[in-house]
């Protein structure tokens, strides 16, 4: 029998009808991620290198066909009960990014409720030099700070939160992309992690804001599940510093019992492991520890697509996250 919480799910209006897949070629795609090559039109690049993989790009659909526009410095894509916001601001890595972080995420909500998708469904942050700064003053800890101001301003509590992922790399900008929706999602949290948002004082002065994972209806009667960046993080504490295939061990137990979870929730066993519908994004601090990562995904996750980055990850002794989306 299904459990009362898997009823959620099967209630949600399918207004979305949300997939994603890989490619960048669909110009009528709520949104369309590159990876490799430099950004045509359209294209949202994470402004990262893209260091090794077979997943070039994501094409993100919805239901019915695209509205499009841009609102001041946000660039805006509408198909149904969903939207997709994209905002890139100059972000001098040697500056406080706390109050451009707060207005940019003010910008984003009102534009969202302006288009009658309050809910957030799933959100990528990357700025440059996440880990430089003692203590509190540290650019990730201070990106957190102005993040949950405006949340918290908007009327966002912890059940409102999304997946969510935050990288850092090298060019001096700010890249916000959400998506968002006419109707919430159901957020699942990792039952071998505490959640991100109830980590203790020692990570700053306010948690990160973020599910571990948001589950909707997906398109033809499947469930999408968005996996937040994940990394190696038992309860609240970092694991295996300094080696990175045992880091990468513990994100595969981590992903296992994310999965396990959003199947057990969902009533949905297909989303227990990852197949071939299954996108996966790598972020590494160093490039060169692509080829040793890469056989462990691959002997666990045979069918999935995988694109690397090289990337610094929140926490300074953290070497590699992996955030995935996949179909159930």
């Known amino acids: 029998m299904a459990s009362p919480e898997s009823s959620v799910l099967r209630n949600l209006p399918r207004s ?30 994470l402004g ?12 993100w659909c919805g239901r019915g066909p695209i509205e499009q526009g841009r609102q001041g410095a946000i660039d805006w894509n509408r198909a149904g009960g969903c939207l997709s916001l994209s905002l890139v601001l100059d972000d001098p890595p040697e ?23 309050p809910h957030l469904l799933r ?26 101001r405006a949340l918290e301003a908007a009327g966002y509590d912890e059940a409102s939160l999304c997946a969510g992922t935050a990288i850092g790399g090298e060019e001096p900008k700010l890249r916000l992309h959400l998506l968002c929706g006419s109707e919430p999602g ?15 004082r020692q990570y700053g002065p306010r948690s990160p804001s973020f599910a571990r994972a948001t589950l909707l209806p997906g398109a033809e009667g499947e469930a999408l599940l968005m996996i937040s960046g994940t990394a190696s ?65 691959r002997d666990a996750w045979p069918g999935a697509r995988l694109a690397a980055f090289r990337g610094d990850v929140c926490r300074s002794d953290l070497l590699v996250e992996i955030e995935a989306v996949t179909h159930g």
């Open 16 to 45: 979305c009808g949300l997939s994603a897949r890989p490619g960048t070629k669909d110009p009528q795609a709520l949104l369309r991620f590159g990876f490799r090559a430099a950004a045509e039109h359209g294209l949202w690049p």
């Open 48 to 59: 990262l290198d893209w260091i090794g993989g077979d997943l070039d790009g994501e094409v």
């Open 95 to 117: 500056q406080d990014p706390e109050a451009r972080v707060h207005a940019a995420y003010r910008d984003l909500i009102e534009l969202a409720r302006s288009k009658d998708c």
């Open 123 to 148: 959100a990528w942050n990357y700025l440059p030099a996440i880990n430089e700064g003692a203590g509190d003053a540290e650019r990730y800890r201070r990106f957190c700070l102005g993040r949950a």
């Open 186 to 200: 159901v957020n699942i949290e990792n039952p071998r992690q505490v959640s991100a948002y109830r980590y203790p």
């Open 233 to 297: 993080v038992v309860g609240h504490e970092t694991r295996h510093v300094g080696d990175v295939l045992a880091q990468t061990r513990e994100i595969l137990a981590n992903m296992d019992s994310l999965l396990a979870e959003s199947a057990r929730r969902s009533d949905r066993p297909g989303l227990a492991r990852f197949g071939a519908d299954s996108l996966v994004r790598v972020y590494l601090r160093e490039a060169a520890d692509w080829p040793a990562v890469e056989r462990l995904l």
